[in-house]
């Protein structure tokens, strides 16, 4: 039926969720040691398609073969036995328990009625030397930095004897060079006759490292190829259904007086870890600062000290010389401050409110939105039509609730919200995170407009790319620390990249 | 007689046993809380299940003529409701803390209806004591374990296991990994729900030995609501040992204490309010769950169903 070096051969996905069609009669097939590179934007239907195959989605139509036999995959215990893999975009690591625990869970062996963690260990550390992935079998996940984990779930995976390799995202999380180690792992993963499908959007590390790319869009394969046929622009544009332009269009900075001062900021984690050690810097009128790190290492936090979301333990905010009053995101908002917050929809949207009411969500108190106590329906709606229009929101009506919308526009409803107020300060934090191609494009000529017009920005990001494109200045943060500043002219990312993982 | 001087004379092994025995109920709720919420559901219907376990042994015991068969049926009455807590906690994904309130409030409501409509004149025949003529008399040890009732000894035993299967057997690291994440045990492979419902199960056939307590050990008779809020000063000690057994058992012993010195100090005539020192388990209870939950860790999934 198939061709002997086919491993897997997934013919006629369909899955259908309420409301979106998420896979849509797709085909793939998987060679004998190739990494396949699963390429797509947000929402095109990657990860529901690995799902599938890992057994946590029942298709509603389609057939999977594995090694020219059909199987058929009702969960994830299936899936094991059968050899397959697969390495979550969140990881399925239980953090109150340790390495060895959690990849022998499932499979554990026993020692008469007791649990045994020696065996399993030896093995665990044979895998680990095999292959490059260092890590402790005896440390405690929740311990573990983000890139040892996925080494944990990579680790897990071959525990289980995986000859089929599912990563989805696996880069989304790591700094440069985690990316390189990660893929000499699959290099050698691939040697030893292990197959890979390879989730990712990014365009250069799917060049880098897959044999084979399968574009998907809208649920849709829209195209197979290789990394030696198709160019980065050709990808893109197979991915966006439209060409699209990677690079940001930007004229030197014109720095101005200093509108945002943070000074020797100390602050704690929710985990009541110290996340801030002494942060201090400066943004001018005029320029983007970008703060490169990989997440988790204070940013979060910092951001949340500016915009007056966290009481800081020491240390002073200024805003244009005057200090801000800690934990007061209402002072900060009325003396010129804008905030796209990191995580969109525990601070920047309310999900069931209105697009019209979400995008006053700051200002809603004032005139002309309010008068006399009582909201002006009027004045909101008319306001929102305006912002759809300019910031080319998709949206049905302005009274839909927000929540409806997709990533990409519920972010764009949060910009034009922080964009329609008159703004000093722009504390940008992952302002592109989940959003299609598109938006990003839009988003990021925004920002620049923004500092143009004589605005200070801070962008906070985890994607280096972004932090590249966009900064004037560069700062990069380490275990709550600002560890390095850049030129972003001049800036290289192999120099970011060891600054992130704090060599210095 | 001054209260130093009694406080010298107070026998203080006697004083510790019978604490024990009084924790002996509680420290059931709070093993049976142990397995459900280290499973991820809520169970604050140990009470209800405590209650019914208590009518149901009472009523079975005198039936039968035997304590036996009496705690076999009592038993087996707290694990119908537990897994009626399940079905809606797990099955129908009802809000967990209402499913147990109403575990509660039914619990209440059936066994007294019963015990109006039936009464409760016979008396049902007691559970033995643990009582050796000879290790009896063991200084201290001798007083605190050789002459104490059967089902402390079981909740002791209890103890120890429910310690050795949660944190050294395949079952423990599974229920604890459905407690935490359950998405990561079912990608490990691991039925979810079927770990929860059992776990809810164990539960209840624990509350089910502590309502046992009351019916076949303290008074041999049933009265109406008997088992007095213990379910939740249970989970209350199981929450102060942060969902660990030996820490849990020990902090019922913080509860009864007081109430034990209480007696004491009675016997020897010293005028203390009694009614005020028995609300001090509930007083404590109360401060517990105030302000100790926020520094305890509890299982990071504990509450909310698990939907693929
Ligand atoms: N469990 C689910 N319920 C409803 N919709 C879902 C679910 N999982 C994914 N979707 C939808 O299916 C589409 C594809 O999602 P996904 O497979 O996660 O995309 P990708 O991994 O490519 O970003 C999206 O529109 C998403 O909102
Ligand atoms: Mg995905």
Redesign the pocket.
Known sequence: MTRPDVVLEMRGITKR??G?L?NDHINLDLRKGEVHALL?E????????MNILYGLYQPDAGEIWLDGRRVTIHSPRDAIALGIGMVHQHFMLVPTLTVTENIILGLETRRGLLLDEATPQQRIRQISRDFGLEIDPEAYVKDLPVGVQQRVEIVKALYRNARVLVLDEPTAVLTPLEVESLFSTLRALVKRGVSVIFISHKLKEVKAIADRITV?RQ?RVVGSTTPAEAGEAQLASMMVGRPVILKVDKSPAQPGPVVLSVRDVKAMSDRRAMALQGVSFDVRAGEIVGIAGVEGNGQTELVEVITGLRQPLAGQVLLCGQPLPAWSPRAAIDRGMSHIPEDRYKYGIVAAYSLAINLVLSVFHRPPFSRNGLLQRRAILSNAERLVEEFDIRAPHAEVPIGKLSGGNQQKAVVAREFSRPMKLLVAAQPTRGVDVGSIEFIHKRIVQARDAGAAVLLVSAELDEIMALSDRILVMFGGRIVGERDGRTARREDIGLLMMGKV | MDLVDVLLRIDYVFLLAAALRAATPIAFAALGGIFSERAGVINIGLEGMMLISAYVCYRVAVLAASPAVGLVAGMAAAMVLAGLHGLFSIRYQTNQVVSGTVVNIFAAGITGFLFRALGAQESAPYLPNISHPLLKSIPVIGTLLFDQPLLMWVMLIVVVVATVVLFRTPWGLRTRAVGELPRAADTAGIPVNRMRYLNVLISGALAGLGGAFFTLHTVSTFTPLMTSGQGFIGLAAMIFGNWTPIPAFLATLLFTLPQALAGQLQMFGVPLPYQLLSTLPYLLTIITLAGVVRRSTPPAALGTPYVK
Do not use: D, E, Y
């Open positions: 969720f309420p979106v998420a797509g947000n929402g095109a239907g990657k990860s529901t398609l998907l649920g």
